[in-house]
């Protein structure tokens, strides 16, 4: 037999099903990050690791009155004792607990360098000393008395608590986030004050609605304060599914200068927004002209936060121009709301805010019922001890003589006066100078005492009612020494309605330039910058030549329309610049391969077009109707088969004038067509052959214009030959009407 040792991987290979062991493995992941890293418990409302640093402070004692110790102590004796993780991540976590700006409620009392709402990170762990916060103790109040349950650390030498007894509604108080496999969570911080008064509801009224919770929970309370905007129905809806959002801005104010000016003054801005990159990225903004109301941005904030903004020009609205700021950048920021936690320290569930204050009232009800057992053992054992001294007291010369001469003192004294072994070696541990008469006394106060307290302990176990009024006390403690009345415990975050503006904000934020809309016949599109009229010098590819000229500013809109019967529309401000030969429209829009552009133009909100096709057929639109939001653009005119679409016109007049192929001209009323928002039309001129050529809508006392070859222009009043009914064949186009049979620009 060899004596060559069985190292790791001599043992024969065992075949087993990858896809199994993946499962295995990865599900394994899974419950761990949820379970012990990602998802906060909802009773104590803390993650493994923030539970693990309070409970290594509390052995350490790092009490709310006690001096402090260095960051590096404590992060040793969590990484050693209970947390197997890097130090940095204990440390990040430790230093985030004592941020005010970060947590609502700090847990840690921090003295150093712990970072700053700039998101400069804190010193290192070896400068920084720590200690707990009343709010940490009061989440640690009675764990040494079996209020929770304790399991072995990871490496079986130490025990740690499952959950904390947590005299503080924790987890809606100070809010968590974090990230699991498949589920994440998100729960912004709340005022205290306000949770303690929906709990003493709930106590008193178990059956309340969401509606009443959210009347004394009205939102999210910060610790960086701001203004909440969320309309309360949202509220409403997102505490009662427990997913939503709220949006968030920051608190600002108006101050004059000198002169009739004025200057924005920010104080507070919302949650988990780092100033530094908030600066930036105005400046940003600032740089690429997508803020043309903001002149510049200081930043002096000292201990408080104060930017200062400057308007373009002191004729600017305050409120407009912090409309276009808060549209744009993170003064204006939505903070999401997912309560998914730990139910019952097992089950990942996403809980309302009712179910979430039930869950933490059921808590504090099983640490009291466990709190009141300990007691009650405690006191039936000291009464069992003071019970032994007085039949001392009673028997002084026996018990004395027992003791003195007897070999075996304690069983004589169990036998004699029919003690427990508990009471006789507390007889025998007793010193010869408690004998006197005022420790009698004392010890008949005692058991008193200790008696009157035990039959109140009894009816508290026995009576539910009594559990809650116990309950309801603790609740109004805390809200007494946390609530409103304190520098700590009052609101910061308030609430109010987004103003109303009339003002287009996307045009606002747009800076006003004239340019020159260019389209070349093949369908290639630049704006020149400036209302330009001379175009020798505009350059087109070879073969391509000038369609259509527009004079445009920055801040409108261009609307195309095609001879598939479609409508697009381009930004102004998007258009490529006017050096080179621009780009072609279908990078634009997605426009057919056989469509071509028909006309273009500014869009007029209020203003009606009549759109019409070859076939003869067409209509009047409104022009806000065929503003098209996408690439794909609006199907207004609907065309089939060989048809397809030859003009748009503006509407404006009180008859039409349509001529055809055939050099037949037709003119009514503007009233005999319909108005429509999109389809095929209807019939506006008949034809035998050819189809439809142009249109025109006209003033009766203006008359019919018209373009030649030469580009001279004509008015013609009498049109009395021509006038018929819609539909009708129409009369021969008048003399020196051009041979296109087109009317000309339209535009």
Known sequence: MSDKPILPGDEPAEAINLKDALEERYLAYALS??????????????????????????????????????????????????????????????????????????????????????????????????????????????????????????????????????????????????????????????????????????????????????????????????????????????????????????????????????????????????????????????????????????????????????????????????????????????????????????????????????????????????????????????????????????????????????????????????????????????????????????????????????????????????????IADEVKSTREQFGNRTELGKRRSEFADAPEIDVDLDQVMIEKEPITFVLSDKGWVRALKGHQDDFAKVQFKTGDKLKRAIHAQTTDKIVLFASNGKFFTLAADKLPGGRGHGEPIKLMVDIDESATILEAFVHEPDRKLLVASSGGNGFIVGENDVVALTRKGKQVLNVSGADEAVACVPASGNMIAVIGENRKMLVYPMDEVSEMTRGKGMRLQKYKDGGLSDVQVYDVDVGVSWVDAAGRSFTLNDLYEWVGSRAQAGRIAPRGFPKSNKFGPAF
């Open 33 to 470: 990050t949820i379970m012990h890293r990602a998802l906060p418990d909802v009773r104590d409302g803390l993650k493994p690791v923030h539970r693990r640093l309070l409970f290594a402070m509390r052995q350490l004692k790092l009490d709310p009155d006690q001096g402090f110790k260095k960051c590096a102590r404590v992060v040793g004796d969590v990484i050693g004792k209970y947390h197997p993780h890097g130090d940095q991540s204990v440390y990040d976590a430790l230093v985030r607990l004592a941020q005010s700006f970060a947590v609502r409620y700090p847990l840690v009392d921090g003295q150093g360098n712990f970072g700053n709402i700039d998101g400069d990170n804190a010193a290192a762990m070896r400068y920084t000393e720590a200690r707990m916060t009343a709010i940490a103790a009061a989440l640690l109040e009675g764990i040494d008395e079996d209020t929770v349950d304790f399991r072995e650390t990871y490496d079986g030498s130490e025990e740690e608590p499952v959950v904390l007894p947590a005299n503080f509604p924790n987890l809606l108080a100070n809010g968590s986030n974090g990230i699991a496999v498949g589920m994440a969570t998100s729960i912004p911080p709340h005022n205290v004050h306000e949770l303690c008064s929906a709990v003493l509801h709930l106590i008193k009224y178990p059956n309340a609605t969401i509606e009443k919770l959210v009347d004394l929970v009205p939102g999210p309370d910060f610790p960086t304060g701001g203004v909440l905007v969320e309309p309360r129905e949202n509220i409403v809806e997102a505490y009662k599914t427990g997913r939503g959002g709220f949006r968030v801005r920051a608190r600002w104010h108006k101050e004059e200068l000198p002169r009739g000016g004025y200057q924005v003054v920010v104080t507070e801005i919302p949650y988990q927004v780092q100033k530094s990159r908030l600066i930036e990225k105005i400046a940003e903004l600032l740089h690429a002209k997508k803020l043309p109301l903001l002149g510049d941005i200081l930043d002096e904030s000292a201990e408080d936060i104060r930017l200062v903004i400057e308007p373009k020009s002191r004729t600017v609205d305050p409120v407009v121009l912090m409309e276009s700021l808060f549209r744009l950048t993170d003064l204006e920021n939505r903070v999401p709301f997912n309560m998914n936690v730990l139910s019952q320290g097992k089950i990942p569930n996403v809980l309302s805010l009712k179910s979430v204050l039930l869950e933490w009232l059921d808590h504090r009800k099983e640490v009291l019922v466990r709190r009141s057992n300990w007691r009650l053992g405690k006191i039936e054992t000291r009464l069992e001890i003071l019970d032994g001294y007085l039949i001392a007291y009673l028997n002084l010369d026996e018990v004395i003589r027992i003791v003195r001469y007897e070999d075996h003192p304690k069983q004589e004294l169990m036998d004699q006066f029919k003690m427990s072994e508990v009471q006789a070696n507390a007889i025998l541990d007793m010193r010869l100078r408690t004998l006197n008469k005022l420790q009698e006394v004392e010890i008949k106060s005692e058991h008193k005492k200790l008696s009157a307290e035990r039959k109140q302990i009894i009816a508290l176990l026995k009576s539910d009612d009594l559990q809650w009024e116990r």
